[in-house]
């Protein structure tokens, strides 16, 4: 059983930062694309930020770029996101997810991703 857990989430002021990570554990998925995705009340879970199984190739949303960085560590099964910059309009539950499917110009697709954490919220305030 493949298990998802984002942490890291809170309240944060305008222009704070924080360090969202998340453990994949169950199943050794070091192979996989892992990616980021927030949705907020009413909207689509939309794609933040991705990076491939051997962390060399990743991917932005253009409303993040440049504020946001995503990494992983050496074993592959943990990943962060840096948030750095924040916006009102950050504000929303990030999830976390894995996705063997998810590769090159799939990196951005929800449903190329198999394996989702609960989400932690993230609460940007003026």
């Known amino acids: 059983q493949v298990q998802v857990v984002e942490s890291g989430g809170g309240l944060v002021q305008a222009g704070g930062s924080l360090r969202l990570s998340c453990a994949v554990s169950?199943?050794?998925?070091?192979?996989?694309?892992m990616g980021w995705f927030r949705q907020t009340p009413g909207k689509e879970r939309e794609f933040v930020a991705a990076?491939?199984?051997?962390?060399?190739?990743?991917w932005y949303a253009r409303s993040v770029e440049g504020r946001f960085t995503i990494s992983r560590d050496g074993a592959g099964n943990t990943a962060y996101l840096q948030l750095n910059g924040l916006l009102l309009e950050d504000t929303a539950v990030y999830y976390c997810?894995?996705?063997?499917?998810?590769?090159?110009?799939?990196?951005?697709?929800?449903?190329?991703?198999?394996?989702w954490g609960q989400g932690t919220q993230v609460t940007v305030s003026s």
């Open positions: 169950g199943r050794t998925l070091s192979t996989s694309t």
């Open positions: 990076i491939s199984w051997s962390g060399a190739v990743t």
């Open positions: 997810a894995a996705g063997p499917r998810a590769t090159g110009d799939y990196a951005q697709i929800v449903g190329r991703y198999d394996y």
